[in-house]
Nanobody, 119 residues
Framework: QVQLVEFGGGLVQPGGSLRLSCVAS????????MAWYRQAPGKEREFVAV???????NYADSVKGRFTISRDNAKNTVYLQMNSLKPEDTAVYYC?????????????WGQGTQVTVSP
C-alpha cells in the first residue's frame, strides 16, 4: 500500500520562503512522475507542479518563477521550494504520483501540510 507523507508547511510572511517535502513509500515513486497540488479553503484542489522520473518539470502559471519542484529518487522524496510567497498561496499542499501528461493520479491522498502566508 502506497503512503504519501507531506511535511514542511507553516506560517510565513509575504515574500518569505518554505520548502515542502513528501516521502512516498512503496514502489510508486521511482517509475512515476510526482506532483504537488494545493487546496485553499472553499476551493477545489488544484495542480501546482510536476516532475517526471527523468527530471522534466511543469508548473502552474500562478507559481512559475517562484516555486521549484525537485526529487531525490534515493530517498523516495519530492520537494517543493516556494519563494516569494503570497497570501494567495495559502492552502493545504498535497503530493501524489501521476501520469506526467494526462494527470491521472495513482495513489490515495495523504494528510497534506498547511501553508499559511500572512503578515
Amino acid at each position: 500500500q502506497v503512503q504519501l507523507v507531506e511535511f514542511g508547511g507553516g506560517l510565513v510572511q509575504p515574500g518569505g520562503s518554505l520548502r515542502l517535502s513528501c516521502v512516498a513509500s512503496g514502489s510508486i515513486f521511482n517509475s512515476n512522475a510526482m506532483a504537488w497540488y494545493r487546496q485553499a479553503p472553499g476551493k477545489e484542489r488544484e495542480f501546482v507542479a510536476v516532475i517526471g522520473s527523468g527530471g522534466r518539470t511543469n508548473y502552474a502559471d500562478s507559481v512559475k518563477g517562484r516555486f521549484t519542484i525537485s526529487r531525490d529518487n534515493a530517498k523516495n522524496t519530492v520537494y517543493l521550494q516556494m519563494n516569494s510567497l503570497k497570501p494567495e498561496d495559502t492552502a493545504v499542499y498535497y503530493c501524489n504520483a501521476r501520469d506526467f501528461y494526462s494527470g491521472r493520479i495513482y495513489a490515495s491522498w495523504g494528510q497534506g501540510t498547511q501553508v499559511t502566508v500572512s503578515p
